[in-house]
């Protein structure tokens, strides 16, 4: 059992590809380059070849990926808040390719807590960003004396705690997914591993990836009101 | 000292004790939603897995809280 | 894994520059391609709707010029009876008027001839009756004779005039 648990620690950690002038840079960080990359080449190869009349069926196949994941992220925040729905489609498309890369033999850059620390800093941001934006500063300010004065602390608090519970519940999933992927390929590694990569890679990692996005869209939501 | 850290990690995994009961409960509710209105078998799907996903939550806050238990104090 | 550092920032800056290259190479040419042929659609919906717009006014114009040839029409036969009416009153009124006039004519001829025959008739009875009365005057004697001669003669006379 030592043996399985120093794996495991070591799968776990995530390490320092190469430094920089004394600046490691983690494995997450190369990985999302190579995520961005491989998409930036894809994006570019698929959507040099448009044509306006008779699209083929790969271009009408795309354009329907495109506009639902874009009518996800709209969807979701409404018609209010229009301009922050590419954001959220963009993310949703980072995390969903991020969760599920660990089909590839990557280690999920969402698996390393800098990443999702990341996204859910970025995520209190554009929240915060679009209550001022909306409210003005004195209404933002205001608001979080709503609805009565005394729950002002909690508002306050509220800001810290949206983005930690964002931040741990896709870190916690996606760690959580890869322990127990580890765990079963550990005793078994041939054929069991296949349903739980179904259940755990794909569709807890889209899950997940919905429903980061979600709860970024009703805060922001919440917060234009 | 280990064996303290086992027991501390195993008590914060109970954390999802709650987390069962809601999807258990949130399942079961949909179940019968479906049965009373099988033509919305679809919405009440997306908003079952979406609400489970949001339950489920609180057992993955247990086991990082395990996993920080298990990391930062071996 | 647990740790933060560095690499949150990079992570950040990532996530800027994935948004911003997904915004440019994903999203604005799909984006553009559909408006695009939104927009080559609803041009050439346009189009044939002016089409069609004129193809119903020439239509209406068909129908107009149909419905005055129609009138044309209707006009030039009117006139035409019209005018075979007149021609025919005109005509049949010339023919009652000669008609008129021969009835008339052959009146007159009739009346003339008569004239003709009853004169001469009248003479020749008016110098019977002379005759007549000289003979009575002269022979007194067997009047039923003279009357059976008289009326024989009148008879003759009757049968050759009339």
């Known amino acids: 059992m030592g043996n399985l648990g120093e794996s495991l620690i070591e799968e776990l950690t995530c390490e320092t590809v190469f430094t920089v002038h004394g600046i490691g840079i983690s494995e997450s960080v190369v990985v999302t380059w190579v995520i961005m990359a491989a998409v930036l080449l894809a994006s570019i190869l698929l959507t040099s070849r448009l044509k306006v009349e008779n699209p083929g069926r790969g271009q009408l196949l795309l354009e329907h990926a495109v506009v639902s994941i874009q009518n996800i992220g709209t969807g979701i925040i409404g018609e209010e808040g229009r301009q922050y729905g590419a954001y959220l489609s963009a993310i949703l498309i980072y995390i969903g390719i991020a969760n599920t890369i660990g089909i590839l033999g990557f280690k999920p850059p969402t698996k390393d807590m800098n990443v999702t620390a990341a996204l859910a800093l970025m995520s209190i941001i554009l929240i915060e960003f679009a209550g001022i934006h909306k409210k003005g500063v004195r209404g933002w300010l205001k ?16 800001v810290f705690i949206k983005p ?50 979600f709860l970024t869209g009703l805060f922001i939501k919440e917060a234009i009101e | 000292m280990s064996t303290l850290i086992a027991i501390g990690a195993g008590i914060a995994v109970l954390a999802g004790i709650g987390a069962g009961i809601g999807i258990g409960i949130a399942t079961s509710k949909a179940t019968e939603a479906v049965a009373r209105q099988p033509e919305a078998e679809g919405k009440i799907m997306k908003i079952l897995l979406l609400g489970s996903a949001l339950a489920e939550a ?10 920080f238990i298990i990391i930062l104090l071996a | 894994m647990l740790r933060l550092d560095i690499n949150l920032l990079f992570t950040v800056i990532n996530l800027v520059i994935w948004y911003i290259l997904i915004r440019i190479f994903l999203f604005k040419p799909i984006n553009n391609i559909i408006s695009k042929r939104e927009a080559s659609i609803k041009s050439r919906y346009d189009e044939a709707q002016a089409i069609k717009e004129e193809a119903q006014a020439e239509k209406e114009k068909c129908r107009a010029f149909q419905a005055n040839l129609e009138e044309e029409k209707a006009k030039i036969v009117a006139q035409a009876n019209e005018k075979a009416r007149i021609d025919y009153d005109n005509i049949v ?4 008027k000669r008609a008129k ?44 004779a003279l009357y059976d001669q008289f009326l024989e003669k009148a008879g003759e006379m009757n049968n050759a005039g009339l």
């Open chain 3, 93 to 96: 009124e010339d023919a009652r």
């Open chain 3, 101 to 144: 006039q021969i009835v008339d004519d052959s009146k007159r001829e009739a009346e003339f001839q008569k004239e003709n025959i009853v004169g001469p008739a009248e003479e020749e009875i008016r110098a019977l009756i002379m005759d007549i009365a000289s003979k009575s005057l002269a022979s007194t004697d067997n009047d039923s």
């Open chain 1, 164 to 213: 930690l519970s964002l931040c741990m519940r896709l870190f916690g999933n996606v760690i959580g997914a890869f322990v127990i992927m580890k765990l079963i390929e550990h005793i078994l590694p041939w054929v069991l591993p296949v349903p739980f990569s179904m259940y755990f890679d794909i569709f807890d990692g889209l899950i997940q990836a919905y429903v980061f996005v």
């Open chain 2, 58 to 67: 609180t057992a993955i806050y247990g086991f990082v809280i395990a996993l």
């Open chain 1, 143 to 158: 608001s979080f004396a709503e609805p009565i004065a005394i729950v002002t602390p909690i508002n306050i608090l509220e």
